[in-house]
């Protein structure tokens, strides 16, 4: 499994930015996705996670750590096997660079950052206040 991130930038606060996870080798309904952040001099740090039905294509859970509830959201495009991560009401706390990553084996949002097998690049999300 292969993974490339995009989207960062920088904005506003109280804007909005949505970032890419494309996804390589397997479909997206055969993986555990998460987003994780780090921002400088701070540990790496869950953002959320999702997974899809491989049967009927619904959303098995999707969760979010409590200082993004209500302002991210993970969405998916199966045509082109790309999860996103929707960003609004963008605070300056929100600054660091932004990983999606995958797991085939493993299963629940609880899954810890050592537990996903698969890493994307990171794009750097900066919010200025």
């Known amino acids: 499994v292969q993974l490339q991130a995009f989207g960062g930038g920088l904005v506003q606060a109280g804007g909005s930015l949505r970032l890419s996870c494309v996804a390589s080798g397997r479909t997206l309904s055969s993986l555990n996705m998460g987003w994780f952040r780090q921002a400088p001099g701070k540990e790496r740090e869950f953002v959320g996670a999702t997974r899809w039905s491989g049967i009927d294509g619904r959303t098995l859970y999707a969760h979010y750590t409590d200082s993004v509830k209500g302002r991210f959201t993970i969405s998916r495009d199966n045509a082109k096997n790309t999860v996103y991560l929707q960003m609004d009401s963008l605070k300056p706390e929100d600054t660091a660079v932004h990983y999606c990553?995958?797991?085939?084996?493993?299963?629940?949002?609880?899954?810890?950052?050592?537990?996903?097998?698969?890493w994307g690049q990171g794009t750097q999300v900066t919010v200025s206040s």
């Open positions: 990553a995958a797991s085939p084996f493993r299963f629940g949002y609880r899954v810890p950052a050592e537990g996903y097998d698969y």
